[in-house]
Nanobody, 126 residues
């Protein structure tokens, strides 16, 4: 059974930091993309940051570049999202995703992701 379990969300003041973790089971990161997505109230889900396992390349949504860092520990089947300099507009439910398969010509966060976690709330107060 495939499971993705996120942790590390919470309430933080603007300018603060949080580290999200996602423990995966039932599949490996090999040959797939993994990543983090978020959905704010009234908005569509968007890709925040993803890693392509084929070449290790990373994708960051423009608004998080320089503030967020994605990483993975393949031995632990865990992915992380270090979020620094948080802003109120980062408030959202954050989801980790795995099993992303390639869509040619698209960034990794736009690929087809087959496995999703239940989400963790991140709230940034001003």
């Amino acid at each position: 059974e495939v499971q993705l379990v996120e942790s590390g969300g919470g309430l933080v003041q603007a300018g603060g930091s949080l580290r999200l973790s996602c423990a995966a089971s039932g599949f490996t990161f090999d040959n797939y993309a993994i990543g983090w997505f978020r959905q704010a109230p009234g908005k569509e889900r968007e890709g925040v940051s993803c890693i392509s396992s084929s070449d290790g390349s990373t994708y960051y949504e423009d608004s998080v570049k320089g503030r967020f860092t994605i990483s993975s520990d393949n031995a632990k089947n865990t992915i992380y999202l270090q979020m620094n300099s948080l802003k109120p507009e980062d408030t959202a439910v954050y989801y980790c995703a795995g099993g992303g398969t390639v869509i040619a010509g698209q960034p990794s966060c736009a690929w087809n992701f087959h496995f999703w976690g239940q989400g963790t709330q991140v709230t940034v107060s001003s």
